[in-house]
């Protein structure tokens, strides 16, 4: 019955390591996204897909790699890993829409803690 | 780059209450979320408003969208515990969501 589920909900790692997390949603949609809740519950939007095509790259760094690798699913690679990558990622999807009006859906999030 | 301000940033009341949040830009958004997110959950969408002066009820909740499509506002009828959360503004436009920096609202029984 989850619309949008992501795996691990926690994932707690050192430094320097890759880590990946996983998204799904089973709600038939053609947009994902990929958001970063800091610790003051701002959320910031890194990527955003179209039907497995990326539309949006918010300035991240190159460390972080976005596959899909079809429309219902959006993961999400982490090179390098930073103590400053530590936050909540959540992953999204929305209905296609002329792009004016974009309702999304949120996954659970991954709480990731970069030791 | 498209900013949304909301206010208050944290908001506590009693069970009974009303209050009202807000959600401010200097630009113009084709159409205006609000989402409640709850600890350790992802955001809810609750509305979406499109019209500018466009009123919106969802039960004891009121959203209003501002003439201009700049602003809007979030009002909680006779609150209870269960509207704990954060509240967010995201507006839409260019394919992508701005989202606001959050009110915080904690409702004591």
């Known amino acids: 019955d989850t619309a949008v589920s992501q795996t691990p909900k926690y994932l707690v790692t050192q430094m320097g390591n890759d880590k990946s997390i996983k998204c799904e949603q089973n709600?038939?949609?053609?947009?994902m996204y990929w958001y970063k809740q800091d610790s003051k519950k701002f959320l910031k939007i890194m990527f955003s897909?179209?039907?497995?095509?990326?539309?949006i790259n918010e300035t991240v760094p190159n460390r972080f790699s976005p596959k899909s690798p079809d429309k219902a699913h959006l993961n999400l690679h982490i090179n390098s890993l930073e103590l400053g990558d530590s936050a909540v990622y959540f992953c999204?999807?929305?209905?296609?829409?002329?792009?004016?009006?974009?309702?999304?859906?949120f996954g659970p999030g991954t709480r990731l803690t970069v030791l | 780059t498209q900013l949304l301000e909301q206010s208050p940033q944290f908001l506590s009341i009693q069970e009974g209450e009303n209050l009202t949040v807000y959600c401010n830009s200097s630009?113009?958004?084709?159409?205006l979320q609000w989402y409640r997110q709850e600890p350790g959950e992802g955001p809810v969408l609750l509305v979406t408003?499109?019209?500018?002066?466009e009123v919106k009820k969802l039960k004891r909740l009121t959203f209003q969208f501002g003439d201009a499509r700049k602003d809007s506002s979030l009002h909680i009828t006779a609150a209870q515990p269960g509207d704990t959360g954060l509240y967010l503004c995201?507006?839409?436009?260019?394919?992508?969501?701005?989202f606001g920096d959050g009110t915080t609202l904690t409702v004591k029984p």
């Open positions: 999204a999807s929305s209905p296609q829409t002329s792009g004016l009006t974009i309702e999304q859906f």
């Open positions: 709600l038939g949609h053609d947009t």
């Open positions: 897909y179209n039907n497995k095509e990326l539309i």
């Open positions: 630009s113009v958004f084709s159409s």
């Open positions: 408003v499109v019209t500018g002066g």
């Open positions: 995201a507006g839409g436009g260019a394919g992508k969501s701005t």
